[in-house]
């Protein structure tokens, strides 16, 4: 059974850094792009960012382009995202994804997430 | 490529039938999916590629549409389907784009 558990989220104050990582479990995690995505508290879903199964592509949402950096270490079956000047809008719960293929772009396994609140 | 879902809000009563719509900005082609979130849970796939049914749903939900309008109908609405449904585009990327969503709610 696919298993992914997101962690690093925390309190940070706005105009500093956190990186979130995502261990993947139950699958051969190399073998798959994944995604985060994220959820303001009573909001919708926000796609945020993509990786090729092999690290080689990323592609990001313009809210996060230039703040956020998606990688992984297939060697560990982890995905990351760091964030860098946060805001107050980036607020919310933060999900890791696992593609339906190496580049489908189709997140179809969700990990339960990792809340990150930007407050003064 | 922006997606409009609407109504933000339905309510109906269980065994009834639910049309739920996702609109595009432009055209988005097929690749268009329905995910439903139950309260306190994550998301979870049902309909990917306008139609195609997810490992595991049931025959009552149905995806359908084409260019820019998309419809997900939940026929004979059980207990457990009230929750909120997303539609994602990934048509024209970056970004992947989701709806507002639509609560469907038990009246």
């Known amino acids: 059974q696919f298993h992914l558990v997101e962690s690093g989220g925390n309190v940070v104050q706005p105009g500093k850094s956190l990186r979130l990582s995502c261990a993947a479990s139950?699958?051969?995690?190399?073998?798959?792009?994944m995604h985060w995505v994220r959820q303001a508290p009573g909001k919708g879903l926000e796609w945020l960012a993509v990786i090729s199964y092999d690290g080689s592509k990323k592609y990001y949402a313009d809210s996060v382009k230039g703040r956020f950096t998606i990688s992984r270490d297939n060697s560990r079956n982890t995905l990351f995202l760091e964030m860098n000047s946060l805001r107050p809008d980036d607020t919310a719960v933060y999900h890791c994804?696992?593609?339906?293929?190496?580049?489908?772009?189709?997140?179809?396994?969700w990990g339960q997430g990792t809340r990150v609140t930007v407050t003064t | 490529i922006g997606v409009t879902q609407s109504p933000a809000t339905l309510s109906l009563s269980p065994g009834e039938s639910a049309t739920l719509s996702c609109r595009a900005n432009?055209?988005?082609?097929?690749?268009l999916a329905w995910y439903q979130q139950k309260p306190g849970q994550v998301p979870s796939l049902l309909i990917f590629d306008t139609s195609s049914r997810a490992t595991g749903v049931p025959s009552r939900f149905r995806g359908s549409g084409s260019g820019a309008d998309f419809t997900l109908t939940i026929s004979r609405l059980q207990p457990e389907d009230f929750a909120v449904y997303y539609c994602l585009q990934r048509t024209k990327w970056p970004p992947l784009t989701f709806g507002g969503g639509t609560k469907l709610e038990i009246k």
């Open positions: 994804a696992k593609d339906s293929g190496v580049w489908e772009l189709l997140p179809t396994y």
């Open positions: 432009e055209s988005s082609g097929n690749y």
């Open positions: 139950g699958f051969p995690f190399k073998s798959f792009a």
